[in-house]
Every structure is written in C-alpha cells, then in structure tokens.
C-alpha cells in the first residue's frame, strides 16, 4: 500500500556537522514530496520541496535529494545549529480515490548537541 | 507564521464531552485539512475540505465531523470524548486541492480527562 516510512528515528549530530534525514517510499507514481520541520508544541513548517521531475533541489542550508530508481528521498542540513533540533517529516503527493493526497512519514527526531 | 489560525490553543475537556475545534486558512487558500496528531507519533490525516465541500476522508472516527463555511473557516467537532482523543490536532491549507504544499497552522491542543 501506499507509504512513506523513514530509516532513522533518531538522529544525533554535533553543531557544526551536516546532518542527513533519510526516507522511502513506496508509491513510484508519487509525483511531489515534501520536507516538514516540527519544533517542540509547534505545527509543522515547511521547508524544501521537489518534483519527481527534478533530482535535486537546494535551500538555504538544506538539499534535498529525490532518487526515483530506488524510492528513496532525504533532507541534507549543512552547518547543522542548535535551532535545527527538531522532528522532521516528510511526505510523498499521490493520488488516492481521484484526489491528490499527501501521505507523511513517521518523523525523524533530530538532536543537535554542542 | 504561515498564515493559518487555529483556535483555541488549548482545550481541557471530561470524557463523553464535545468540543470544536476552529480554523481560518490562509488568505486566498480554498482547501483545508485536519490532522490528528498523539504524543511522539505521526500526522494522522483525517479530513479535507475544499471550497466548501468534503474532498477526501482519511482516518476519521464517526465521532469526528467537520465542516467548512462560506467564508472557507473551517470547524472540526469531536464528540462522546474518549481519553484516546488527547492529542495536538492540527489545520493546514492549501491553495487549491492537493498536489501542493499545505501549511499548517499551530494546532489546537486537547486533553481529555
């Protein structure tokens, strides 16, 4: 079934390190994904987004990364700080009963330590 | 701050109780959508709204209902409160009706007790 999962649950870096979130998915007809930060009590922010036309697409400090082959899209963060902790999530478009439909990831937690 | 309101911040209620939740999208935004969210897990989809009419169900108890106005605000009911209804439940908008990014608002948490 339609899915998206992520390989780490946890991920702990040191300021200044890059950090990379990892995540499948299932559903090769997916055709936009997208990258959602989730500060404690917050409601999820929006960070990068890319097309299943694109491969790579760069923000200010964050890559994300789409590899159609083998399912599979992750979330670089350059220079990782303190302000970077925190759940990350990421969700595949696909279309589910005739609507288009964003299915998320379980979250990586990310901890940043100085 | 994306644009979303969502009131009230925070609810407290006793089981068998129903509460509604309420939430204006961005300026512009014709979809709305409900997310339950419980404590260290994932965004649970629950219902989409779009200009006014239901445009997808998810995960949603019969329990649950939702509504969106002329206006495009949108109210979710929960009612027969049970202790598993605790959580961050959360509105996001969309500009038409998916295929886009949804940005979301603060969330509205409840505590059932």
């Known amino acids: 079934g339609e899915s998206v999962g992520l390989h780490l649950p946890t991920l702990s870096v040191q300021?200044?390190?890059?950090s990379i979130i990892n995540c499948?998915?299932?559903n090769s007809a997916s055709d936009y994904f997208i990258?959602?930060?989730?500060?404690?009590?917050?409601?999820?922010?929006?960070?990068?987004?890319i097309r299943s036309n694109m491969d790579k697409r760069q923000g200010q400090r964050v890559t994300v990364l789409l590899n159609k082959t083998v399912k599979h899209l992750s979330l670089q963060i350059a220079a990782t700080q303190?302000?970077?902790?925190?759940?990350?999530?990421?969700?595949?478009n696909t279309i589910s009963g005739g609507y288009n439909?964003?299915?998320?990831?379980?979250?990586?937690?990310?901890?940043?330590h100085p | 701050d994306s644009g979303v309101t969502q009131t009230p911040k925070h609810l407290i209620t006793a089981t068998g109780q129903r509460v509604t939740l309420r939430c204006s999208p961005?300026?512009?935004?014709?979809?709305?959508y409900w997310y339950?969210?419980?404590l260290d897990q994932g965004l649970q989809f629950l219902i989409q709204y779009y200009n006014g009419e239901e445009r997808a169900k998810g995960n949603i108890l019969e329990r649950f209902s939702a509504q969106q106005f002329p206006d495009l605000h949108s109210e979710l009911?929960?009612?027969s409160l049970e202790l598993g209804d605790s959580a961050l439940y959360f509105c996001a908008s969309s500009v038409v009706s998916g295929g886009e990014t949804q940005y979301f608002g603060p969330g509205t948490r409840l505590l059932v007790l």
Not at chain 1, 82 to 92: I, L, R, T
Not at chain 1, 102 to 112: E, K, S
């Open chain 1, 82 to 92: 303190p302000g970077d902790s925190a759940v990350y999530f990421c969700a595949e």
């Open chain 1, 101 to 112: 439909k964003l299915i998320f990831g379980a979250g990586t937690r990310l901890a940043v």
């Open chain 2, 77 to 79: 009911n929960l009612s």
């Open chain 1, 24 to 26: 499948a998915y299932s």
């Open chain 1, 15 to 18: 300021e200044g390190d890059n």
């Open chain 2, 26 to 32: 961005r300026s512009g935004d014709l979809s709305v």
């Open chain 1, 35 to 49: 990258w959602y930060k989730q500060e404690s009590g917050k409601g999820p922010q929006f960070i990068i987004d």
């Open chain 2, 36 to 38: 339950q969210q419980s």
